[in-house]
């Protein structure tokens, strides 16, 4: 029925159907949808590249695809050659491959380089109501622009660069509502955290999850894409916000942005895209950011995090036999006891970077908090810039001079220690304080304990050396 | 992709939940760029423990992997297929898997076979009552067969005929040419490109 009200992700997904599934013993086959911007890396691509070669096939839209290089690349001396040969030969199999298949790729050095969820949104191609997918599963950041943006896996990039389009089964909606303001020192970051921890890092499996209500709606686009970022880590491959004036300030201008009367178009069917009055979501979850403290995680996934205020669970604390088993095997991989408070936790690093907290927001509120003090000696701090351009216009900002007189290191771009591909690493038994998304074991260097943090969590952690909240450096002494 | 209708191999119990892709393969062996070549990376980190279920000789060559629930969590590396497959696994059995690497199992013809949990605790014990019982997982009348237990797994009738066939998506999509064509005419203009460049 043309009148039924829907909610944005169904909008965007009716827009894009090329093939509709087929209907057979109630059951139905997955739409054909058309995918409008395909986003391409180094690591998931080689092989999808390869199957094109050996089918013959070109790429059947360049000029809907875009690459940089950013999971396995150095953040130091990036005029150099890659010191490591695999990671180089990956590399240079990306660029082979984008000039043999006529694919625009911004390589090292270049100033639109980056990690590729920071460039999409920076060259204004991710715009709302578009697909986008990319062999990377927080490709959900695109999401803060209205855009249905998914993870995807290698078969299925071949598929895209073959055919522009995807067969996909149907999502159902989730209604993700954050009601009242955040208070200072609360960012998006903690939002996220706080939702994976109330629906599990299962509980968005099969889902599309729509961020609303008035906390949301004040949040700029930065902290947006750092809530939609870590949808996948709730388990839902795709997490929206509608668009509205903050989304349409933020596109305005950009390289590819549209001008003149295709602006004035895109408004109109931008507008079009919110959710209707009276749709129906399949499931709701409603957070209240007024009471929200600044989160944590304790374990090796993204669910088990609490308030930094808290302290560690203790397994039996968990009535489930499941999330008690999870929560024994990860206090012990995370060497901590039950009952310590979070904020006597002590910290060997901080990291500040990823697809997640890389932009200039958040650089600007770690900045703004370590200004004209001093780093805890026995903490490092590397601080690694999702782009390029988000670097240039850091130290145009003097920003870069803020973190290196506090005594971090001031990197290049690229993905870095939130997968430690590249020989930024922890040490076994290092521990960290995050801004990145995942603090699986391992994951940030082999033995590594990882604690995820928002951006103003990290730098008074990086003060203090314990985990601490930016409330507590502006206390007076 | 090679047709699948049944499968019947040592079934290897990894009772733990939300094993993550990194776990499944860590990022450093994320470099290669072959499709095939990475048994040595499934499960690296864990293979170094010696009690690790895959260090007793017994599930050495098992092939039917029974998980705890959210099973293939994280990252889109269709990597974690490719190790699990180069391993000499055929088909995973859990209660519920993270939708990406459902997907790109699905792609590569790896079984994955949700079965519900008291039914995944059901094999474990036998398992742990038996080492080296073997498993049937049954694509054809979606039945998976444990010693004693006998259940049924879910799969939506698309996956399981593609599976089933062994077909492969993009011949299936290229039949679509002349509607992604006539969809393609009706795109809105103000849709950006990325060609030609504009930085």
């Excluded at chain 1, 916000?241 to 596109?251: L, Q, V």
């Excluded at chain 1, 701090?381 to 005594?407: C, N």
Aim: proline fraction near 6%.
């Amino acid at each position: 029925m043309a009148n039924t009200p829907l909610t944005l992700p169904e909008k965007v997904w009716r827009d894009h159907v090329v093939v509709p599934g087929k209907e057979s013993d109630g059951q139905r086959s997955p739409d054909l949808l058309y995918i409008d911007l395909h986003l391409v890396h180094e690591v998931t691509s080689p092989q999808a590249f390869e199957g094109l070669r050996l089918a013959g096939r070109p790429v059947r839209r360049p000029d809907l695809t875009i690459a940089t290089e950013d999971h396995n690349t150095p953040t130091l001396e990036i005029d150099k050659p890659i010191a490591d040969p695999i990671s180089r030969k990956q590399v240079d199999t990306l660029r082979a491959n984008a000039e043999e298949f006529g694919v625009r790729i911004h390589s090292l050095g270049d100033a639109d380089q980056g990690i590729v969820h920071v460039v999409g949104p920076q060259l204004g191609l991710t715009q709302p109501g578009m697909t986008v997918v990319c062999g990377d599963s927080h490709t959900s950041t695109h999401g803060a622009f209205g855009a249905l943006a998914m993870g995807i896996g290698t078969s299925e990039v071949e598929h895209v660069l073959a055919t522009q389009t995807l067969p996909l089964k149907p999502f159902k909606t989730m209604a993700i509502t954050v009601n009242g303001s955040l208070r200072p020192g609360v960012s998006s970051k903690d939002i996220i955290l706080a939702v994976i921890a109330e629906i599990g890092t299962g509980g968005g499996q099969g889902y599309v999850l729509e961020y609303r209500g008035s906390a949301i709606e004040e949040l700029s686009m930065d902290a947006r894409m750092t809530i939609c970022n870590m949808s996948i880590e709730a388990g839902a491959r795709a997490g929206m916000i509608a668009p509205d004036a903050t989304t349409y300030e933020f596109i305005k201008g950009r390289p590819h942005a549209p001008q003149g009367e295709d602006w004035d178009a895109a408004i109109e069917y931008w507008d079009s895209l919110r959710t209707d009055d009276g749709a129906v979501f399949d499931a709701e979850v409603i957070l209240d950011a007024d009471t929200l403290d600044p989160f944590v995680t304790w374990g090796t996934n993204p669910g088990q995090g609490v308030s930094l205020n808290g302290a560690v669970p203790a397994p039996t604390d968990f009535t489930d036999d499941v999330a008690r088993e999870s929560a024994e095997r990860a206090l012990t991989y995370m060497d901590l006891q039950p009952g310590t408070r979070m904020k006597d936790i002590r910290v060997d690093t901080v990291f500040l970077g990823s697809c997640t907290n890389s932009r200039m927001e958040d650089l600007r509120a770690a900045a703004e908090i370590i200004a004209g003090r001093d780093k805890d000696p026995d903490v490092r701090m590397i601080v690694v810039p999702g782009s390029a351009k988000v670097r240039l216009q850091a130290e145009a900002e003097g920003l870069d001079k803020i973190f290196k007189e506090f005594g971090a290191e001031w990197r290049f771009a690229g993905c870095s220690m939130c997968l430690g591909m590249n020989p930024d690493q922890l040490a076994p038994g290092e521990r960290c304080a995050s801004t990145s998304n995942r603090n699986f074991e391992g994951r940030q260097g082999k033995g590594g304990r990882t604690h995820l943090v928002s951006p103003v969590v990290a730098a008074a952690t990086a003060i203090r050396g314990t985990l601490s909240a930016p409330a507590d450096i502006l206390v007076p002494a | 992709m090679e047709p699948i209708t049944t499968h019947t191999g040592v079934g290897v119990p990894l009772k733990q939940s939300n094993v993550d892709t990194d776990q499944i393969i860590p990022a450093v062996y994320l470099k290669r760029i072959t499709k095939t070549g990475f048994e040595d990376a499934l499960f690296s980190s864990w293979r170094k423990n010696p009690d690790f279920v895959l260090n007793q000789p017994v599930y050495k060559h098992g092939s039917v992997l029974v998980a705890g629930s959210d099973f293939g969590t994280g990252s889109s590396r269709e990597h974690a297929v490719w190790a699990l497959k180069d391993y000499g696994f055929r088909a995973v059995i859990s209660s519920r898997f993270a939708d990406i690497f459902y997907g790109n199992s699905a792609k590569q013809g790896l079984l994955a076979a949700k079965v519900a949990q008291p039914d995944v605790e059901l094999i474990w014990k036998e398992l742990e009552n038996n080492p080296g019982t073997e498993i049937t997982v049954d694509l054809v009348n979606r039945t998976v067969r444990c010693g004693s237990v006998d259940t049924t797994f879910e799969i939506d009738n698309y996956t399981r005929w593609r599976l089933l066939e062994g077909l492969d998506d993009i011949s299936l999509t290229l039949r679509e040419e002349s509607s992604v064509e006539a969809f393609e005419a009706t795109r809105p203009g103000f849709k950006p490109k990325t060609l030609p460049a504009k930085v």
